[in-house]
């Protein structure tokens, strides 16, 4: 098994996914640069959190169109699993692998502390692990974390239970995400972007673990695959 | 032929813009009360050249702000194009 994590100029938690796939989890795992294409077979692709492009424009706006984009896209429109975190989120929904879009959070501050989370879908291939309702306690680190999507495109994210994550109900919710949203999926279920970072709740020494089931369910369903 | 372009974007009407909201509260704090709505945007400049006519201009502006600059789920966009000397 073999990931491989995309580094941006200015993505900040590419190490910190590194640690936990390669030194946790024991996975192969390859850093791929912006500039370069996926040049091995991954089995899944993971796009971290951090500042691509210093924001400008807006998050995620222009690493979307990071010449390795074309070919995580390509990866992603074949069936591979690819998980955006938080930035890596945002350049999701910029490449239109997932819709949607972030807005400044409500209260306009960067946020980070850790929030509640409700699995809202547990039959995709990244929360598997997970019962549907369970509760995570997974911290956030955004400013632009206010997902917003049109009401017929909310509609189609509900009925196509696209929903996987949401905050655990409105305190909880950090940001004024619409509906308590934290995470969605593609319709295909191979693509999952979510604002927490699941990195950073991965042993217990960094207060929770509960992020570790995440990439559990990822790996797992990987293996599933093989078998 | 050199074109001077000057695009305007903005949140869309239908969506709450937070940053324009504490703006407004800011200017009504100060006392301007009849400042009843005030939306935050980016405005850029770009100069744009080999181009025909302002057909052509407008065409690429326009591609340009659907594929990077605006992001259409949640923005709109307006510009206008000046011929430069």
Redo the contacts between chains.
Sequence with gaps: MRFGIVTFPGSNCDQDLRYVVEDIFGIKTDMIWHKEDLENNYDAILLPGGFSYGDY??SG??AR?SPVMDSVIDFANAGGFVLGICNGFQIL??AGLL???M??????KFVCKHVKLQVKNNQTPFTGQLEKEQVLNIPVAHQEG?F???DAGLEKLKNNQQIVLKYLNKSENPN?SIENIAGICNQERNVFGLMPHPERASEEILGSSDGRKIFESLISKIKEGVN | MEWLVKINIQ?KES??D??GQ?VQAGLNALGYDNVIDLNVGKYMELKISDLKNEEEVKEQVDEMCQR??A?P??EDYRFNIEEMA
């Excluded at chain 1, 807005?103 to 306009?108: H, S, T």
């Design positions: 424009l807006r706006a222009i169109f929904m910029e819709p949607g879009a807005k400044v959070n409500d209260n306009l206010n917003y999507i049109d004024g | 949140l969506i709450l937070p940053q504490a990077l600059l992001n789920v949640i």
